[in-house]
């Protein structure tokens, strides 16, 4: 009964933390389009926050492993408050660079939370557990995106042309608020003083010895492999999908009106990507058990390749959201099944260290995605969709030398 309550109060943290998230992100590419920003400015900042949760997560997933995973949590869903609020106030692109970095110096939320999930779930409901998160990131994704759809274009109507993020930042602010109550009042630690990693290092900023620890790891190095890769594929869409949208439905962000219609349709189209991945999440748990988590990796991965690949083809609205779905489950199916297999391959006493290097790789990926797809975007806007779907290709091949043993069974991809 307190797993699963401490497993309940853990969903609502990533559910609120995403959905502060899925506010804000939609809206980006609105806000740099309207300071005039490039493309690549525009994947400068999306890849600030990964550059720095590529430097302060596994500094923070090292530290869940010495101090526990609660006061972690605590110092990064305040960062994200604070990074937040910042965001309201920023009328200027250096003003967004800034809540972008600082909301990534705390940056651990999601892999801290998968290390606490992994504490106290059995390794063979550790799919489904993680599957949970997805499902918290789903629904934030169907709620946050829909609330910055409806939120942003009053902020434009009452703050001016570049005013809604007032508004916008003040609402994410508040879901981040909800999220550092619940980790300070209702959730207990879960990582017991005996398991935890003896202090015998310094914390450092870089520490090269965890990468090269999981490096050494056959099974461990694989997979780390496959999810830089697969991630670095999908982050593409990260810097250019707003910029995709206002494009594809020749929308003006420059005046209150056409502001107010490019964040209503973006934020749908977000939305829907959201509703689709809660989904996805869904079907999980019941597929892994059936097929493997190997295979339905490698299920994700084609879906996304097919998706990219089919995107930038879109006539219309219609049709970009019907090529959404299988990017959306594809997306669903990776994101549960890679830190589960992770975190089963990986020691209790590390388990925090090498999701923490997983989402160290994963925010460098974030950084190389978003910084090439913003590139190439502005020569062309089908090429970076189709590059993102060559990564995908290449994370399939990465796959077949993923070892074929989980929870003692045989696997085959």
Same mark, same amino acid.
């Given at each position: 009964?307190?797993?699963?309550?401490?497993?309940?109060?853990?969903?609502?943290?990533?559910?609120?933390?995403?959905? +502060?998230?899925?506010?804000?992100?939609?809206?980006?590419?609105?806000?740099?389009?309207?300071?005039?920003?490039?493309?690549?400015?525009?994947? @400068? /900042?999306?890849?600030? *926050?990964?550059?720095?949760?590529?430097?302060?997560?596994?500094?923070?997933?090292?530290?869940?492993?010495?101090?526990?995973?609660?006061? /972690? &949590?605590?110092?990064?869903?305040?960062?994200?408050?604070?990074?937040?609020? @910042?965001?309201?106030?920023?009328?200027?692109?250096?003003?967004?660079?800034?809540?972008?970095?600082?909301?990534?110096?705390?940056?651990?939320?999601?892999?801290?939370?998968?290390?606490?999930?992994?504490?106290?779930?059995?390794?063979?409901?550790?799919?489904?557990?993680?599957?949970?998160?997805?499902?918290?990131? #789903?629904?934030?994704?169907? @709620?946050?995106?829909?609330?910055?759809?409806?939120?942003?274009?009053?902020?434009?109507?009452?703050?001016?042309?570049?005013?809604?993020?007032?508004?916008?930042?003040?609402?994410?602010?508040?879901?981040?608020?909800?999220?550092?109550?619940?980790?300070?009042?209702?959730?207990?630690?879960?990582?017991?003083?005996?398991?935890?990693?003896?202090?015998? !290092?310094?914390?450092?900023?870089?520490?090269?010895?965890?990468?090269?620890?999981?490096?050494?790891?056959?099974?461990?190095?694989?997979?780390?492999?496959?999810?830089?890769?697969?991630?670095?594929?999908?982050?593409?869409?990260?810097?250019?999908? !707003?910029?995709?949208?206002?494009?594809?439905?020749?929308?003006? /962000?420059?005046?209150?009106?056409?502001?107010?219609?490019?964040?209503?349709?973006?934020? *749908?189209?977000?939305?829907?990507?959201?509703?689709?991945?809660?989904?996805?999440?869904?079907?999980?748990?019941?597929?892994?058990?059936?097929?493997?988590?190997?295979?339905?990796?490698?299920?994700?991965?084609?879906?996304?390749?097919?998706? @990219?690949?089919?995107?930038?083809?879109?006539?219309?609205?219609?049709? &970009? &959201?019907?090529?959404?779905?299988?990017? +959306?489950?594809?997306?669903?199916?990776?994101? +549960?099944?890679?830190?589960?297999? &992770?975190?089963?391959?990986?020691?209790?006493?590390?388990?925090?260290?090498?999701?923490?290097?997983?989402?160290?790789?994963?925010?460098?990926?974030?950084?190389?995605?978003?910084? !090439?797809?913003?590139?190439? *975007?502005?020569? #062309?806007? *089908?090429?970076?969709?189709? !590059?993102?779907?060559?990564?995908? /290709?290449? +994370?399939?091949?990465?796959?077949?030398?993923?070892?074929?043993?989980?929870?003692?069974?045989?696997?085959?991809?």
């Amino acid at each position: 009964m307190k797993r699963d309550k401490s497993q309940g109060i853990i969903f609502l943290i990533i559910f609120f933390d995403l959905l +502060a998230f899925g506010i804000v992100i939609p809206q980006l590419g609105i806000y740099a389009r309207a300071f005039h920003a490039s493309g690549l400015l525009q994947g @400068l /900042v999306i890849a600030s *926050y990964s550059a720095m949760q590529f430097l302060f997560a596994p500094l923070l997933g090292r530290w869940s492993d010495r101090i526990g995973r609660r006061p /972690v &949590l605590l110092v990064s869903l305040f960062t994200s408050f604070v990074a937040h609020l @910042l965001f309201a106030w920023a009328h200027t692109l250096t003003l967004l660079f800034a809540s972008r970095i600082v909301d990534g110096l705390g940056g651990a939320n999601v892999s801290t939370a998968q290390a606490y999930l992994s504490d106290v779930t059995p390794p063979d409901k550790r799919s489904k557990a993680m599957a949970r998160i997805g499902m918290a990131f #789903g629904l934030g994704f169907i @709620l946050g995106p829909a609330l910055g759809a409806f939120v942003g274009p009053w902020g434009t109507h009452h703050f001016g042309p570049h005013g809604g993020n007032l508004a916008i930042g003040a609402l994410a602010a508040s879901c981040s608020a909800v999220t550092l109550l619940l980790a300070a009042f209702a959730l207990p630690e879960s990582l017991p003083k005996d398991k935890r990693h003896p202090a015998e !290092t310094p914390l450092r900023l870089v520490d090269g010895d965890s990468l090269r620890a999981a490096w050494h790891d056959h099974a461990l190095r694989n997979l780390l492999l496959v999810s830089m890769v697969s991630v670095a594929g999908f982050a593409v869409l990260h810097a250019i999908l !707003t910029f995709f949208i206002i494009d594809l439905l020749h929308l003006e /962000v420059n005046d209150a009106a056409g502001a107010a219609s490019a964040q209503m349709r973006t934020g *749908y189209v977000f939305a829907w990507i959201g509703v689709l991945n809660f989904f996805g999440q869904g079907f999980v748990h019941p597929m892994a058990k059936r097929v493997g988590e190997i295979r339905l990796l490698v299920t994700g991965l084609v879906l996304q390749a097919v998706a @990219l690949t089919l995107m930038p083809l879109s006539g219309g609205l219609g049709m &970009l &959201l019907l090529v959404c779905a299988p990017l +959306a489950v594809g997306s669903a199916f990776c994101s +549960a099944v890679l830190p589960a297999l &992770l975190s089963l391959y990986s020691p209790p006493t590390r388990r925090g260290e090498i999701l923490g290097v997983n989402a160290s790789l994963g925010s460098l990926s974030r950084i190389g995605g978003p910084l !090439t797809g913003g590139f190439l *975007y502005d020569f #062309g806007h *089908y090429i970076p969709f189709w !590059t993102g779907a060559a990564m995908c /290709v290449l +994370a399939l091949g990465l796959s077949r030398a993923l070892p074929r043993t989980v929870h003692g069974r045989e696997e085959t991809s």
